[in-house]
């Protein structure tokens, strides 16, 4: 068994009830959205940017969200205009993706899969 303690109203992306529930309580389960290019290109060079950001004077825990995103800027902005097309449409695929899987979930039924059903029944024996 994998899990314990399952909770079928996480709002995990891999929760087989997800839709389920959302179809019931119509809360939770939101369109996706599409990500900009930036944020997908940054998630790759997080540690590229956390070592420069640490090398910055000003650097502490209060001001270090702010000067990694002004390091992640600067870095992106010094991207040809080539890359950060191939971002932009990086970012369009994944948003297609996510827009199918999302019309899929809506449409058809909760899960079947034995796995999927023992949460089920974990979590409702639970409450």
């Known amino acids: 068994m994998k899990s314990q303690n399952p909770d079928p109203r996480d709002t995990g992306e891999h929760n087989p009830y997800r839709a389920l529930l959302f179809k019931l309580t119509k809360k939770g389960y939101k369109m996706p959205r599409l990500k900009a290019p930036f944020n997908l290109w940054r998630v790759g060079e997080r540690d590229e940017i956390s070592r420069l950001a640490k090398l910055d004077p000003g650097f502490n825990k209060n001001t270090a969200a702010a000067i990694r995103d002004r390091i992640a800027k600067s870095l992106f902005e010094e991207l040809s205009s080539e890359e950060k097309e ?42």
Do not use: F
Not at 115 to 126: A, G
């Open 86 to 127: 191939e971002w932009a449409i990086c970012a369009a695929e994944l948003y297609n993706e996510e827009k199918i899987n999302y019309a899929r979930h809506m449409k058809e039924g909760p899960s079947t899969r034995p796995e999927d059903r023992q949460t089920y029944v974990q979590w409702s024996s639970l409450t």
